[in-house]
């Protein structure tokens, strides 16, 4: 295991339904990312946190919401998706920012109906 | 300018093979180059990594060949075992900037299966 931890790890949901996406990392890292992979598509930069705030948005829908309450612990909320956002979201972790190893979770399979 | 092109898209090769897989970009500015490992139901993982000073690195089985001039890199894999059979991703990183994180550029992935 990588230390990175992503709950839950499949997930279901209606274009109308709210659901969270967890991330907790247990490496002491200061700073955690959010990724969504596609098939046959690049894994795609959503949002960068360091020390809690966020420090990179990659024009993201305003419909994933992230929030990282500490430096341990990721969130990403959903709300109104489209069946379009159904991917593989990772999330990873470094230390610091200076192109220090990415750690990524095992990522959360969402399939939105 | 911020893309990486990665070939070929699926490789597959008999063990003990080496298969290689490429990768171009156009940035200039990209100064750090990481492969990724993943195996089905996992995050991508490091594998190795090289930034333009050197030509060549190698870690055990695998190895990264440089050519700044062209803006290409490779990833060779020495007597593959179908152990090595997962999807691997290049990267490119811009220089950390202040208030900005990391900006890594993945390649689209290569699924490699190795034949017993």
């Known amino acids: 295991e990588t230390g990175v931890t992503q709950t839950p790890r499949h997930l279901v949901m209606g274009m109308t339904n709210k659901k969270s996406l967890k991330c907790e990392q247990h490496l002491g890292h200061n700073a955690m990312y959010w990724y969504k992979q596609s098939a046959k598509k690049p894994l795609e930069l959503m949002f960068v946190y360091s020390l809690e705030e966020r420090v990179e948005n990659n024009s993201v829908p305003s419909r994933f919401s992230p929030e990282c309450p500490n430096s341990s612990h990721l969130f990403l909320h959903l709300h109104t998706l489209q069946p379009e956002d159904s991917a593989l979201y990772l999330c990873?972790?470094?230390?610091?920012?200076?192109?220090?190893?990415?750690?990524f979770g095992p990522g959360t399979r969402l399939l939105v109906l | 300018q911020q893309q990486v092109k990665q070939s070929p898209q699926s490789l597959i090769v008999q063990k003990g093979g080496i298969p290689i897989i490429n990768c171009a970009y156009e940035n200039t500015a990209f100064d750090y180059f990481p492969w990724y490992q993943q195996f089905p139901g996992k995050g991508p993982a490091l594998l190795i990594a090289?930034?333009?000073?050197?030509s060549e690195k190698k870690e055990g089985r695998f190895t990264i060949s440089f050519n700044k001039s062209a803006k290409q890199f490779s990833l060779h894999i020495m007597d593959s075992q179908p152990g090595d059979s997962a999807t691997y991703f290049c990267?490119?990183?811009?220089?950390?900037?202040?208030?900005?994180?990391?900006?890594?550029?993945f390649g689209p992935g290569t699924r490699l299966s190795v034949l017993p």
């Open positions: 090289i930034r333009p000073d050197v």
């Open positions: 990267a490119a990183s811009l220089p950390h900037q202040d208030n900005y994180g990391q900006n890594f550029v």
């Open positions: 990873a972790s470094s230390q610091g920012l200076r192109q220090e190893t990415q750690y």
